[in-house]
């Protein structure tokens, strides 16, 4: 059974660099599937971030698009996010995922999420 | 404001049926996307539910179940439980001039009575 870790600081200052990672276990990245980020601001729904297969091909939400960088490292089996220019509204849970065939694919297996707060 | 329109709230006393609709386009569901559902119960992480509209993963109740007709996806939740409480989202894709992305609706909070 696949399991997701992620991991990166709790507060990021306003205008800086938000950086995770997320740790697979169970299983090689290599699998042929899609590895997502999903955050959710306080109070509030799901917004997709982006994805990326695990041979670096990617998608990003188009509202982030210009702020988001997925990355994925299949030697320590993990992939990462970066999002540029942050403010308060990044304030958020974020979670990693792993997406299983399909168009869309179907999150199937989540992270316990992390929460960063983006705060002077 | 999501491109996936659901219900802010739904209620139900034990052991009835609820719906939770996904009101969607002819950009996202109705393209003919997948649709999937996830549940997510209080200070959890979402877990999928319900795939490509009708399916379940394993050791998800047949209490669930899923639908899609049109532009629009349904949740039917039959013989509820006090255990059900929690955040219902729906997901599709929804084409762009950059490809397909992922979307999610706004989400339902369902309230056992």
């Known amino acids: 059974q696949v399991r997701l870790q992620e991991s990166g600081p709790g507060v990021v200052k306003p205008s800086g660099t938000l950086s995770l990672t997320c740790a697979v276990s169970?299983?090689?990245?290599?699998?042929?599937?899609?590895w997502s980020w999903v955050r959710q601001a306080p109070g509030k729904g799901l917004e997709w971030i982006g994805k990326?297969?695990?041979?670096?091909?990617?998608t990003y939400n188009p509202s982030l698009k210009s702020r988001v960088t997925i990355s994925v490292d299949t030697s320590k089996n993990q992939f990462s996010l970066n999002l540029s220019s942050v403010t308060a509204a990044d304030t958020a849970i974020y979670y990693c995922?792993?997406?299983?065939?399909?168009?869309?694919?179907?999150?199937?297996?989540w992270g316990q999420g992390t929460l960063v707060t983006v705060s002077s | 404001q999501s491109v996936l329109t659901q219900p802010p709230s739904v209620s139900g006393a034990p052991g009835q049926r609820v719906t939770i609709s996904c009101t969607g386009s002819?950009?996202?569901?109705?393209?003919?996307?997948?649709v999937h559902w996830y549940q997510q119960l209080p200070g959890t992480a979402p877990k999928l539910l319900i795939y490509?509209?009708?399916n379940r993963p394993s050791g998800v109740p047949d209490r669930f179940s899923g639908s899609r007709s049109g532009t629009s996806a349904s949740l039917a939740i039959t013989g509820l439980q006090a255990e059900d409480e929690a955040d219902y989202y729906c997901?599709?894709?929804?084409?762009?001039?950059?490809?397909?992305?992922?979307?999610f609706g706004g989400g339902t909070k369902l309230t056992v009575l």
């Open positions: 002819s950009s996202n569901i109705g393209a003919g996307y997948d």
């Open positions: 169970g299983g090689p990245i290599s699998r042929g599937n899609w």
């Open positions: 990326i297969s695990h041979v670096g091909s990617t």
């Open positions: 995922a792993r997406g299983v065939g399909y168009s869309p694919p179907a999150f199937d297996s």
């Open positions: 490509t509209s009708n």
């Open positions: 997901q599709s894709h929804d084409s762009s001039l950059s490809g397909p992305h992922v979307i």
